[in-house]
């Protein structure tokens, strides 16, 4: 046949995205030169995508394990204890991040919901019900020529499958800025809960156990899609566009009704979503974690395209397939669940004991690799990386020498407000449905989504998070940065923070200084996870986020995105951001008059000033924890009505952001943010916008003095800045000079415009 003849020469080989060393480690493998159909397996198993050749050695360092850790990194998602359901039954959340980052740049709809799809079949695998979708997006300039094009596209991707699909958009972030410009980010989260003792693996097991093929039927679409998302763009980017796949969200969903329906029976062995990759690493990662071997028949995969042959079907990546072992016997009753969901159902093969991958076709073999250098045996790279001294050097970050005198703080905060940093994202979360299902509590504008447990008063609160500025002026506090506010995020609606999902995106690994970022990253990472009782479950990596096509190799700020998921035992005691009516007492916790207000990479200096100085805040993990398990006490308690915690653009953007969202103003005492040390050099503006790390804001009824007593006695810094109520933000209270008064309908107004005005222009 042509594919087992042609011939594998060098343009094929690179054309394949191997280097010459790891073709010489394919000829060592199989002992002979492979096929075509061999090469295209070993190329996207080994492609970054799948086999994490440049970040296996650092992932390792993270820490993954807890008492409520049930099963940690190495299967679709992760699992983690969340206690006890209706009647007693003990349940899990499954969760976890992944990337669809090259596919939506070169086709936004379709990159984008195939992402929603592919994160939402690696959840419902396991055997859990998705009960919330989440994302993470970034994008470029909004005056860029494609980036209007790229928000509208990834947005409506996202809406449009998740609608449809049934399961609720409930949160996310989305971040604008120029290194993105040619190389935007869709980070895809799903959360689902199940039975604990009917979670799935994919582990392949049992000679002669029948292997099964069920969803959608194969076509072209996605061919190469690993070796894709495993590459920079240059100026032909837009010719990878048939590697993209084409999702089906109704497809999607009768796929987890028929799975979910067989996973009540005891037919399953094990199961496997044909994500990246597909059939080729659905097969491979199912034997080699049963330590089994696999044999397939080509000509029993269905097939929506004539003519297709054994190399497009295993390299394909058409969406809504999965890949089972069933118990001998139990055929017929798979087939006909299926068949009732009206979804393509065959038997394709077979497990065996030989440790090899055999692919027949049309009579003959077609392939035979052993499953050890497709997977355990993969290529391991400890790549060089500056040391963290030259990545300074490198990074050439300004010092911040001179920070800007104070101004007219009013007006500044409306610029802030109006940025694209800070401005409502109504425009993007008006289009998903955040509702069906009916057990969402709390969705996108405050600090984390909250969905109750059906059928009980527990609930699961999820959150994403990264700052890549402060990742990429110093990789080692930004990764710790990303982890505590997170963890913030969780805390702030008084949700215990259990267990992180991550989707790691980082330029070329073959450029020591991205290769610090990634270490630096994990480092910070990893001792913020230690710190808080956070391990990290699941997660993904994306690397090669760069672009020829916008400037001579740029990549892309360093962003580790981060997913947070905790749980809360009483859903009726959730806090909210929002003001409350009636007069409120406004208390910052964590707060430290002997702390210098910390500007470094601040919003402030960016949108301002114009400026990217300074190092970024410090993260004191001690008092992370110590002020998050304060804060979980006082809404346990119910002694606070509103909680929102302090991160971007600072105190006075977190004041602005509860007045707006609760339609209640405030007056700030601005003694509050004098230094007592040494009044003349102090500028209102610094502190108001700083932004320290480990801080929230809290109200309490204005005749109640429990919060500072409290704080006292557990040795937590709390300071009463101000009080809610009236139209206003007043920075001034009477009997002080006062820095001016911002309206809440003018606020409102600049805060809601941005989208607004550039969708409808």
């Given at each position: ?324 072992v069933l118990k001998p016997g139990r055929e017929g009753e798979a087939e006909a669940i299926f068949r009732k ?131 990429f002026a110093d990789p080692v506090v930004g990764g710790r940065q990303a982890i505590a506010e997170a963890y ?274």
């Amino acid at each position: 046949m042509p594919e087992s003849s042609s011939a594998i020469t060098p343009d094929v080989v690179a054309a394949h995205g191997l280097s010459d060393d790891e073709y010489d480690r394919v000829l060592h493998a199989l002992g002979r030169e492979p096929n075509l159909v061999e090469l295209g397996i070993f190329s996207v198993m080994w492609s970054e995508h799948c086999s994490y050749k440049s970040s296996r050695l650092h992932l390792k360092k993270l820490p993954t394990e807890a008492p409520w850790v049930i099963c940690g990194p190495g299967e679709n998602a992760g699992v983690i204890d969340i206690g006890e359901g209706t009647n007693g039954t003990k349940l899990a959340a499954i969760f976890k991040m992944e990337s669809h980052n090259h596919p939506s740049y070169i086709e936004p709809y379709q990159g984008a919901a195939t992402g929603v799809g592919g994160i939402l079949r690696d959840v419902f695998t396991m055997g859990a019900r998705p009960v919330a979708n989440m994302n993470a997006l970034r994008f470029g300039r909004p005056d860029h020529p494609k980036m209007k094009h790229l928000v509208q596209g990834v947005v409506s991707g996202i809406g449009g499958y998740g609608n449809c699909v049934g399961v609720p958009t409930v949160g996310g972030e989305t971040n604008f800025h120029p290194s993105y410009d040619g190389n935007i980010l869709v980070n895809a989260m799903t959360v689902g809960v199940a039975e604990q003792d009917k979670i799935f693996y994919s582990a392949a097991t049992g000679l002669g156990n029948p292997i099964v093929y069920v969803g959608s039927r194969t076509g072209r679409d996605g061919i190469h899609g690993a070796t894709m998302a495993s590459a920079e763009f240059d100026e032909n980017s837009d010719e990878k566009r048939p590697t993209v796949q084409v999702g089906d969200p109704f497809t999607e969903k009768l796929l987890i009704e028929a799975c979910l329906e067989l996973m009540a029976t005891d037919a399953i062995v094990a199961i496997q979503d044909m994500g990246a990759a597909g059939l080729t690493s659905s097969s491979v990662e199912m034997a080699s974690k049963g330590e089994a071997g696999i044999r397939l028949n080509m000509n029993a995969v269905p097939c929506r395209e004539e003519g297709m042959t054994p190399y497009e079907m295993m390299l394909s990546e058409s969406q809504e397939r999965m890949l089972m072992v069933l118990k001998p016997g139990r055929e017929g009753e798979a087939e006909a669940i299926f068949r009732k969901w009206e979804l393509d159902f065959a038997v394709i093969g077979e497990v065996t004991d030989t440790g090899r991958m055999v692919l027949d076709w049309n009579g003959e073999t077609v392939c035979d690799i052993p499953l050890g250098p497709l997977a355990d045996e993969a290529p391991l790279y400890d790549r060089p990386y500056l040391a963290p001294a030259a990545y300074k050097t490198w990074a050439n970050v300004a010092p911040l020498t001179a920070v800007p005198e104070q101004n007219d703080i009013p007006a500044q905060l409306m610029q802030m407000m109006a940025a694209p940093a800070l401005a409502s994202r109504r425009w993007i979360w008006e289009q998903y449905d955040s509702q069906v299902g009916a057990d969402t509590m709390q969705k996108s504008g405050g600090d984390a989504a909250v969905v109750r447990i059906h059928g009980t008063n527990r609930a699961l609160a999820m959150t994403t998070d990264c700052t890549p500025r402060y990742c990429f002026a110093d990789p080692v506090v930004g990764g710790r940065q990303a982890i505590a506010e997170a963890y913030r995020n969780l805390t702030a609606v008084g949700a215990t923070p259990l267990a992180v999902t991550n989707c790691l995106n980082f330029g070329s690994p073959q450029r020591p200084e991205i290769m610090a970022q990634i270490v630096g990253c994990l480092q910070g990472m990893g001792e913020a996870c230690r710190a808080l009782d956070f391990p990290i479950v699941s997660g993904n990596v994306s690397l090669y986020n760069e672009s020829k096509a916008t400037g001579g190799g740029s990549a892309i700020l360093p962003t580790p995105a981060i997913g947070g998921v905790g749980v809360m035992d009483d859903a009726d005691r959730m806090a909210t951001i929002a003001f409350k009516d009636g007069a409120h007492k406004i208390l910052l916790i964590g707060a430290d008059a002997r702390a210098r207000p910390e500007l470094g990479q601040s919003l402030w200096l960016e949108v301002c000033h114009g400026r990217a100085d300074g190092m970024p805040p410090q993260v004191d993990l001690a008092a992370e924890r110590r002020h998050g398990e304060f804060v979980r006490k006082l809404i346990a308690e119910e002694f606070v009505t509103a909680v929102h915690d302090v991160s971007d653009g600072g105190i006075l953007v977190a004041v602005a952001e509860m007045a707006l969202a609760g339609d209640v103003g405030a007056v700030l005492k601005m003694a509050a943010f004098e230094d007592q040390v040494d009044r003349e050099k102090y500028r209102h503006a610094w502190s108001l916008f700083a932004e320290n790390q480990a801080r929230y804001l809290v109200t309490e009824p204005y005749d109640s003095h429990v919060v500072e007593k409290m704080a006292r006695e557990a040795g937590v810094g709390c300071c009463f800045i101000g009080w809610t109520g009236g139209d206003s933000i007043v920075l001034g209270a009477e009997g002080e000079a006062g820095d001016g008064a911002v309206a809440l309908g003018e606020l409102r107004r600049a805060h809601e415009a941005f989208f607004k005005d550039w969708m409808e222009a």
